[in-house]
């Protein structure tokens, strides 16, 4: 299942308290609190790390601890305006690949466009302007479904690495797309 916290900041936000307990939120989702009995803010450097690491915006909220011995982080987040979290369905959120169209051949791409067309009313192989869009799962088997159709070995593995390994739903092949460092090119 697919969660997010409606309107929480996109990033890493670390909030400390006072008595040294500290949280580290990534798009509003609590990734780890822990109770410090003196300020080593462990857990605002793993933050910071995290951000850099990932290129997030980061921000950071100091508070005082709460006179109430009952509070809870909520406490502290509501008043930042965050709503509830909710839970997606896994198919209501689907993962995408945007690569170049260097990784296919002259003949994949004449190919696609033709497999765009045949298979329009299915929308699983969709002709952007700028590239191609497969939905992998749209459809059964659709590696043998490029296969058959003779899309190359090398667009194959790519697509195959992404759908298996990546865990990716959708693959963009795109003009404006980056080369993966991994994966063969092919200038035409």
């Known amino acids: 299942m697919k969660t997010f ?3 929480a900041p996109y990033g890493v936000t670390i909030i400390t308290l006072s008595n040294g307990y500290e949280a580290v939120f990534l798009h509003g989702q609590r990734l780890v609190w822990a109770e410090f009995t003196r300020s080593d803010d462990i857990l605002t450097d793993l933050g ?3 951000a850099e ?3 997030l915006p980061l921000q950071v909220f100091s508070y005082n601890v709460p006179e109430n011995v ?5 406490d ?3 008043p930042l305006g965050w709503g509830k ?3 997606l369905p896994d198919w209501s959120v689907l993962t995408c690949l945007e690569c170049s169209t260097a990784h296919i051949t002259r003949e994949d791409n004449d190919i696609l466009c033709y497999l765009s067309e045949v298979y329009g009313d299915n929308e699983w192989i969709l002709a952007t302007g700028f590239g191609y869009l497969i939905r992998l799962d749209a459809v059964s088997f659709p590696i043998l479904r490029l296969k058959s159709e ?3 070995r090398q667009a ?3 697509i195959h690495t992404c759908h298996k390994k990546g865990r990716v739903s959708m693959i963009y092949f795109s003009s404006l797309g980056d080369e993966l460092e991994f994966f063969e090119t092919f200038t035409w």
């Open 85 to 87: 979290t909710v839970t």
């Open 150 to 152: 003779g899309l190359s």
């Open 156 to 158: 194959r593995k790519l």
């Open 48 to 50: 910071k790390r995290l």
């Open 70 to 74: 009952e509070w809870q982080w909520s």
């Open 53 to 55: 690491v990932l290129g």
């Open 76 to 78: 502290f987040i509501e």
């Open 5 to 7: 916290t409606v309107n």
